[in-house]
C-alpha cells in the first residue's frame, strides 16, 4: 500500500494501536501454566472488542486469531492446549484489519527467566528493527533495510532466517515488497515516498532455514536451535519512518 491521504496515516495508525494494544495483553498474561489457546483468546477478544478482525482468519483461515510460536518454532505457531513453561522463548505474531487498513507486529521474548543466550538473540533482533527503521528515508533503496539487519546479524554471529521475510502491509496481510531482510546487493526496488511496509528479521543460533511442519502452518528451526523475530508495520517519509505498530 501507498498512503495518499492524511486519513490513509490515520487509519493505518488507528488499526496499529488496536494490534498493539492485543499484543501486550497478551504478554502480560504469558506465564508458566498458561496456554497459548487462552493467550489467543485474549488477544482474540481483544481484537473484536475494538472492531478488528484477525488478519490470518481473514485472509488465510488461519485456525487462530493469532500466531503463537515457542521455543524451535519461529512462526504461523496455531495456539492450542501447549502450556507455557519458565524459560520458554515465545512469539506472538498479531495482524488485524480495522476499518479496511491492516497492520502486523511481532516480537519474541523470555517466559520467566532465560538464559543469557535467549535474552542476547532477543536483544539483537530487536537492536536490528531499531537500527533499520533509522535508515528509512523515501527514494533510498529497499537494501538500506538488509544492510542494517544483516550488520546486527554479523556483529552478533547470527544466522538471518532466508526462508522468512519482510512484506508489504496495509491494504490486505501480505503485498509487495517481499524481500529478505539481509543484505542483497542486488536489490534495485526503491523506498518510495508513502509506502507501507514489515521490518520482520528472523535471527537464528544456527540455522538459515526453517521447515514446515506436519500441521501444514508452524514453520521451526532444529531442535536445540533458538530463533527469534521482531516486527513493526511502518509508513515511508521523506524524513524517516512513522511507526505505526510502536
Known sequence: MTVNSEEDIKK???????????????????????????????????????????A???????????????????????????????GDMVNIDVSAELNGYVADMGESFIVGKGTPEQEQLCYAVQSAVKAAIEKIRSGRSLNVIGKAVQKIADKFGYEIVENLGSHGVGNSIHEEPSYIPMDNPMERRR???GLVLTIEPFFST???RVEEQADGWTLCVPEGDLVAQFEHTLIVTRRGALVVTA
Not at 20 to 39: H, P, Y
Not at 59 to 85: K, M, Q, W
Open 206 to 208: 544456527g540455522a538459515n
Open 56 to 86: 490470518p482468519q481473514l485472509y488465510y483461515d488461519f485456525p487462530g486469531a493469532t500466531c503463537i510460536s515457542v521455543n524451535e518454532e519461529a512462526a504461523h505457531g496455531i495456539p492450542g492446549p501447549r502450556r507455557l513453561a519458565d
Open 12 to 54: 493505518l495508525f488507528a488499526a496499529g494501536k488496536v494490534v498493539r494494544g492485543a499484543f501486550e495483553r497478551m504478554k502480560q498474561a504469558a506465564r508458566a501454566g498458561v496456554s497459548t489457546a487462552e493467550l489467543d483468546t485474549i488477544g482474540g477478544h481483544y481484537l473484536k472488542n475494538h472492531g478488528a478482525r484477525s
Open 191 to 193: 523506498l518510495d515516498e
